[in-house]
């Protein structure tokens, strides 16, 4: 929902076609972000280029690592604390309250090197 602008998405369809007592659920959600160490993603997404059926593309890495991408993560690959980024109540956000730039700081619990960050939220209370 934030990658693809989902969420600004579902406040304009709120702000359109919700009626002026009615519920959105869920009604809040929080976001958060913490860092992961994948070496086998690592791989497939960044040292992949050093090797390309024998070229040496490494020059790709930086744009590679730029994108965002969707994907499913273990939770065993999650070595920080994750950071609570912002609570979000649904029903009362303004569309433009949907781009957030905070400064953050994650806790290591495992010891190794965060290879990428992850950007989640739960709507769970």
Not at 8 to 31: I, K, N
Not at 108 to 120: D, I, T
Request: aromatic letters at 14%; proline letters at 2%; hydrophobic letters at 45%.
């Amino acid at each position: 929902m934030l990658y693809e602008s989902m969420l600004d998405t579902v406040l304009w369809a709120r702000d359109q076609y919700l009626e002026v007592r009615g519920q959105m659920l869920p009604d809040f959600c929080r976001l958060y972000i913490a860092g992961v160490c994948d070496t086998e993603m690592y791989q497939q997404r960044c040292a992949f280029w050093d090797n390309v059926y024998g070229f040496r593309m490494s020059c790709m890495k930086s744009a590679v690592m730029s994108e965002v991408e969707i994907a499913v993560v273990d939770s065993t690959k999650v070595i920080t604390e994750p950071f609570l980024i912002k609570v979000r109540l649904c029903h009362i956000s303004s569309r433009r309250s949907v781009i957030v730039r905070v400064d953050f700081s994650v806790v290591l619990v495992k010891w190794h090197g965060v290879f990428f960050f992850l950007q989640c939220f739960d709507t769970v209370g």
